[in-house]
């Protein structure tokens, strides 16, 4: 294992259209981080999964956004309903779990543009 | 509330000079602080990090931080800086209270002068 993977690395969509994106996280890693980050800023933290279970989504920027890991293991952001403001690179990590705030190691990310 | 400031969003040095990079943060538990750097088009890679213990961090690539409670900050330093340097660099806090839920400067864009 290599480390953190996304697919696709580019999207193009159109605005109103659906896109899906996946992560795949280093494998003995449990927890599983979304961000977005937009230009000239810093990631901006969305949703992170323990397992399967999603531990924080209170963030996620509106009910457009939603994220799944059924199995504990890759992960899938979704937007509806594409905007323009949606454009950004979303980012996805990964991290041991437990009472020590380790790393987070982060994927190349997926660069949507919404036209 | 955590955040971190990022004094700088634009840093300029020549070759072989030395190479600071500011960052202040605001916690109100003992935080954990990272540094990460992002050359174009990629993911973040860690460079260093403060949990416990020593406040003097070495990380890769000849980078070091030292955290200084008394003026919540973490600043990066490299004695004498490459062209192979230049990309920009993000720093975040993090806590035990807040699991692991980073937060992140606005970043650092770091450009090396031959």
Not at chain 1, 67 to 86: C, N, V, W
Not at chain 2, 29 to 42: G, M
Not at chain 2, 56 to 68: Q, S, T, W
Request: a neutral charge; proline letters at 4%.
């Amino acid at each position: 294992d290599t480390g953190v993977s996304q697919d696709p690395r580019h999207k193009i969509t159109k605005r109103g259209q659906n896109v899906t994106f996946r992560c795949d996280p280093i494998s003995e890693h449990n927890r599983l981080y979304w961000y977005r980050q937009t230009l000239g800023q810093g990631p901006e933290f969305l949703t992170y999964f323990q397992n399967e279970a999603q531990l924080e989504k209170s963030r996620l920027l509106s009910d457009r956004f939603s994220a799944e890991r059924p199995k504990g293991s890759f992960s899938t952001l979704e937007i509806q309903r594409t905007e323009q403001g949606d454009s950004a690179m979303y980012l996805c990590a990964s991290s041991l779990g437990g009472v020590v705030s380790y790393e987070q190691y982060f994927g190349p990310g997926t660069r949507l543009t919404v036209t | 509330a955590q955040s971190v400031t990022q004094l700088g969003s634009h840093v300029s040095v020549s070759e072989g000079a030395l190479v600071l990079l500011r960052c202040n943060y605001s916690s109100s538990v003992p935080p954990y602080l990272f540094w990460y750097v992002q050359y174009p088009n990629q993911g973040l890679q860690l460079l260093l990090k403060y949990t416990t213990g020593a406040t003097l961090v070495k990380g890769i690539n000849g980078f070091e931080a030292e955290f200084k409670k008394s003026e919540t900050s973490f600043h990066l330093t490299k004695p004498s800086a490459h062209m192979s340097d230049a990309a920009e660099y993000f720093c975040a806090v993090s806590d035990l209270r807040t699991g692991n839920q980073f937060y992140f400067g606005t970043g650092t864009s770091l450009t090396v002068i031959p």
